[in-house]
């Protein structure tokens, strides 16, 4: 398949997902897309489901507040690499039920790549 990532509908008839896997994304968006990518994410998993998620840990870490966004929205955090590595991995799972917030408006995207520095 190739589709816009960027695109909620691009996922239509996929979800929810055991595994949904969002590498080489949160480096590369603004927060507000991150914090929008995350809460997408976070309604994507079936129950007992995992994100498996990247970010750097360039300044500013981004990292602590992400596994904060997925734990607000009912994720455990199962794994998250150590602070002094370069790269934040992350694991969070739903280990209960999604929480019943809106998705996105027809057509919204979830994130738009920046233009490299």
Do not use: K
Not at 16 to 29: K, R
Request: hydrophobic share 40%; net charge negative; charged share 20%.
């Amino acid at each position: 398949m190739t589709a816009d990532a960027g695109l909620p509908g691009a996922y239509e008839g996929m979800l929810p997902a055991d595994l949904v896997l969002v590498c080489g994304v949160f480096g590369n968006i603004t927060d507000e897309d991150v914090e929008r990518t995350v809460d997408f994410c976070a309604r994507s998993c079936a129950p007992g489901g995992a994100v498996l998620w990247t970010r750097h840990r360039f300044a500013p870490d981004l990292v602590p507040q992400i596994c904060t966004w997925f734990e607000e929205r009912g994720l455990t955090r199962e794994w998250l690499s150590a602070p002094e590595s370069e790269f934040g991995v992350g694991v969070h799972r739903l280990t209960g039920h999604p929480t019943e917030r809106p998705g996105p408006a027809p057509g919204e995207r979830l994130f738009t790549f920046l233009e490299p520095a």
